[in-house]
């Protein structure tokens, strides 16, 4: 069952990751270079159906995940051992990615329009910083740290 949810989290880590780079660096830099906003428009249309549906399933095995690796819930948010202290750090890549998502949601690309591209285009950067974050924390989980 562990290799099957891990499977299932990094099919869902890629999509998601990869879908925030072809964003960041491909839809998102065009449409800053040409001020052309429905770029945007059309690739959140195509991506969301797919993307927040990987990153449910992200937190879901990846809270199943980390129960597997350290059964002590209450280690989770710590830093006794390696394990802990990414399990913390993953915790807080996903508060902090579901807070720029929240807000982007409700206040950016409700309302995006020229004006406001530059300041969803930072909160794109963002999301992108933090998911390949996510990424590389998860390699440390598979290694047992970085040190």
């Known amino acids: 069952m562990y290799q099957f949810v891990l499977i299932t989290h990094i099919l ?10 072809l964003l960041a660096f491909g839809f998102l830099s065009a449409a800053l270079r040409h001020r052309n906003v429905a770029l945007i428009e059309a690739f959140e249309q195509r991506f969301e159906p797919i993307g927040l549906p990987a990153l449910v399933i992200q937190v879901v095995s990846g809270l199943w995940l980390a129960n597997a690796l350290q059964p002590d ?3 989770w948010i710590g830093f006794s051992d390696p ?3 990414l399990i913390f750090l993953k915790l807080l890549l996903l508060l902090s990615t579901v807070a720029l998502a929240v807000h982007a949601r409700i206040k950016l690309i409700p309302n995006l329009r020229l004006a406001t591209l530059p300041a969803l285009a930072w909160h794109s950067r963002g999301v992108t910083l933090l998911s390949v ?3 590389v924390a998860g390699v440390g989980l598979r290694t047992r740290g970085f040190g």
Do not use: I
């Open 83 to 85: 394990a802990s202290s």
């Open 133 to 135: 974050l996510f990424v």
């Open 73 to 75: 819930w209450s280690r």
């Open 12 to 21: 869902a880590a890629t999509l998601w990751t990869g879908g925030h780079l």
